[in-house]
């Protein structure tokens, strides 16, 4: 992080400098400071959002990425404090390393919660480096059989969950697996031995898995809030965010069992397998197959609606809407599944609930539900529908970007173009209209927290605004089989990424399209272009237009509209912007021509600025 500019040779004695200012005014001495000393002041600096005191107290030589402490205010309620605590081994004895976490309760889609090594400088305990999300830490879940109890008399929900695991690769003599931090956890079995555990924040530590493959069952529970992400009030609940313990939120199946009373009902990932209703519950138990990261259960008091047709079951699950909303959320639900399924591929359920809250704000996937918002339906439903296929048979762990966001939004925007009458990019997308108020940072490849505003900007709408040029520079047909493309090369039980889009690109479309998302995807900010010299010179019975367009750097690829006006026309010709800063054109007319315009409709996803001006006749 930059804090000035300064010399090349003084910038390492003015960090130093800074550094124990920092120290100083944190009342910490460099000598003899205690461990207690660096958890207090990490956490109250995490709290106040200040990276600056973070940076202070980290190792020299350690690079971490702090992006989510100065994000952090934005991405959800802020009086959800964070803790910082030793994350012990589970027997209590001291471990190297030594573990620092930093928890608060997690919101949906969302990061929060961050492990970090200690190190000790010259008798200081200081921060080290941060063991990421992405490793498993020992222990990988692969199927969730889980016992869900609401209670919502007293807001609590009891969870029993029976767990497959594999033991994986671990830098710790210990595994550690995460589970948000409003749950407490009563016992852990291993194979039907009770073990020893240590639940910190987010964190919970256990011995080392002595096997291959492991049956785990834990027992926990919660208080629930009456609103956010994960709620309970007198009319319904639901649990969405990491409510299942998980190891670098990598995907798993499931056998989900919600337990509500009688006059509820409780929705799960995948089909129903059974509904019982006896001593005033109802038991009812979802069998999902599909491998997902992303694992929600809602529950309530719902009206229950339905249509059947080509196989497909659609319910909506009502609590305030009419019948006559019900009918337009049913028919815009069936619709944007037969649209979808016959574009992407087949569906892989045979039924699909939508599911109204009048808690949760907005819309969440549940690849074979959605819980939406009352205020949200039904236009929020493509989107959601979309889901099953990027989100569902192509997972996402949200922990590097927010690639099927993207996906999604392009999806939607997709599916209303057709309802339109137009599927082809023709003159459809007002690109630099609608990027105008983007922000800058972070880079698409690097938005990773769908509740932050940057971060959404970011991933919805510039995602889906760089892939609709993709569709313009490779056309509507081609864009179709690389989205086909994408999913036939899924492995059932891995995450993707950007990176496995782009080698759908570059699969369907050839090498020499791989190109594309590069600098869109890792570069901030919107590309700019501009005319060069134009002339024009009669030759053979017309004119023939020369010039030159140059693009800053990094370059962006895209199909950049030109149009030259005459006395009597206007010609449109596509320029292919590839690799170079200086990309030449030529363009013919019948009459003379008068002036040039760089992408007048603003197509090409750029900043703002109409490029126009005369042409020089030789």
């Known amino acids: 992080m930059a804090f000035g500019r300064t010399m090349r040779r003084s910038g390492a004695i003015a960090a130093t400098i800074l550094s124990a200012i920092l120290l100083v005014q944190a009342g910490l001495n460099p000598v ?9 002041t990490a956490e109250q600096a995490v ?16 690079s971490n990425d702090y992006r989510w402490i100065k994000d952090w205010p934005a991405s959800g309620p802020t009086s959800r404090r964070w803790r910082a605590a030793i994350l012990q081994s589970p027997d209590g004895t001291p471990t190297d390393p030594v573990l620092l976490g930093i928890s608060r309760p997690q919101v949906c889609q969302s990061t929060s919660d961050h492990l970090y090594r200690l190190q000790t400088d010259a008798n200081v305990r200081r ?89 785990m069952t834990l027992r926990y529970r919660a208080i629930l809030p009456s609103k956010g992400e994960s709620y309970s009030t007198p009319s319904e609940a639901a649990l969405t965010a990491y409510w299942l313990p998980h190891s670098a939120r990598l995907p798993a199946t499931s056998t989900i069992t919600t337990l509500v009373p009688e006059d509820w009902r409780g929705i799960a990932p995948g089909r129903a397998v059974s509904s019982v209703v006896a001593g005033g519950l109802r038991r009812t138990t979802w069998q999902n197959d599909l491998p997902v990261s992303y694992i929600s259960v809602a ?24 019948p006559k909303q019900t009918e337009r959320i049913l028919e815009t639900t069936a619709n944007a599944i037969r649209w979808f399924s016959a574009r992407f591929g087949p569906f892989p359920y045979r039924r699909y609930t939508v599911v109204e809250s009048s808690v949760f704000p907005y819309g969440l996937e549940g690849y074979s539900f959605t819980i939406c918002g009352s205020q949200t339906l039904p236009d929020i439903i493509p989107h959601e529908v979309s889901h099953t296929w990027w989100g569902g048979l192509l997972p996402n762990a949200y922990t590097r970007s927010l690639w099927n966001e993207s996906l999604a939004s392009y999806s939607e925007r997709l599916y209303e173009r057709q309802k339109r009458g ?68 899924r492995s059932p039980g891995s995450a993707v990424d950007w990176p496995d889009f782009v080698a759908a690109v570059r699969k369907v479309n050839g090498p020499e399209h791989g190109g594309f998302l590069d600098e869109w995807l890792r570069s901030s900010g919107l590309p700019e272009y501009a005319l060069g010299t134009v002339t024009a010179v009669q030759k053979d019975g017309d004119y023939q237009i020369s010039g030159t367009i140059s693009t800053s750097s990094p370059v962006r690829w895209c199909l950049l509209p030109v149009v030259v006006r005459t006395s009597g026309e206007s010609v449109e010709a596509n320029v292919r912007i590839t690799g170079s800063e200086k990309t030449p054109f030529e363009i013919h007319t019948k009459s003379p021509p008068t002036e040039i315009e760089l992408d007048p409709a603003g197509m090409a996803l750029r900043r703002d600025g109409r490029v126009r001006q005369p042409i020089n006749r030789l």
């Open 422 to 489: 137009s599927e082809a990019m023709e003159s459809d997308s007002e690109a630099q209209y609608e990027g105008r108020n983007l922000p800058n940072d972070p880079p698409l490849d690097t938005a990773n927290n769908a509740m932050h505003p940057g971060h959404y900007a970011i991933g919805y709408q510039k995602g889906a605004l760089v892939l609709e040029q993709l569709e313009r520079f490779i056309g509507s047909e081609r864009m179709l089989a690389t989205l086909r493309a994408f999913l036939a090369a």
């Open 299 to 322: 529950a309530g008091r719902y009206r229950e609606y339905e249509t059947h047709k080509d196989g497909l079951t659609v319910s909506a699950w009502a609590l305030r809407a009419t």
């Open 47 to 62: 709290n106040d959002s200040d990276v600056r005191r973070v940076e202070a107290v980290t190792a020299s030589g350690v």
């Open 127 to 215: 921060l080290g480096s941060e063991i990421v999300e992405t490793d498993p830490l020992g222990i990988r879940f692969s199927h969730h059989t889980a016992e869900v109890r609401f209670r919502p008399d007293v807001s609590t929900v009891d969870i029993i969950d029976r767990a497959q695991v594999h033991r994986c690769a671990s830098p710790l003599s210990y595994a550690v697996f995460r589970l948000n931090e409003y749950y407490s956890i009563s016992s852990i079995e291993i194979d039907g031995v009770r073990i020893t555990f240590k639940q910190s924040g987010g964190f919970v530590a256990i011995p080392a898995l002595q096997r291959d493959k492991s049956l």
């Open 32 to 40: 003899g400071r205690t461990q207690d000393q660096l958890i207090r």
